[in-house]
């Protein structure tokens, strides 16, 4: 079992930055597929990032291409995703999630572990 717990949530002005963190126990993730996800009230989980095991293709919605970059430290088991010029519509819950292999990085059903969210709030 993985269990993973993120954090760095908060709340920011549009135009700043954040990191999310997501740390991982129970059980190494240097060879799980890492994603983040996105919730915003009443809408449905949506794809951020996504990172290989190997962390050599990385993936990312169209909406935060060149804003958000994921990342991880395997000698931390812990991955994060930097949010520069964040944006109003970028309010949400934030999830990571982990799956030991998957050919489809961008659909929540691809992951088997999630953590419990943090939430982001970007004020205009």
């Known amino acids: 079992q993985v269990q993973l717990v993120e954090s760095g949530g908060g709340l920011v002005q549009a135009g700043g930055s954040l990191r999310l963190s997501c740390a991982a126990s129970?059980?190494?993730?240097?060879?799980?597929?890492m994603g983040w996800f996105r919730q915003a009230p009443g809408k449905e989980r949506d794809f951020v990032a996504a990172l290989s095991w190997s962390a050599i293709n990385t993936y990312y919605a169209d909406s935060v291409k060149g804003r958000f970059t994921i990342s991880r430290d395997n000698a931390k088991n812990t991955v994060y995703l930097q949010m520069n010029s964040l944006k109003p519509e970028d309010t949400a819950v934030y999830y990571c999630a982990a799956v030991r292999s998957t050919s489809s990085y961008t659909r929540p059903t691809s992951y088997d572990y999630w953590g419990q969210g943090t939430q982001v709030t970007v004020s205009s």
């Open positions: 129970g059980r190494t993730i240097n060879f799980y597929a």
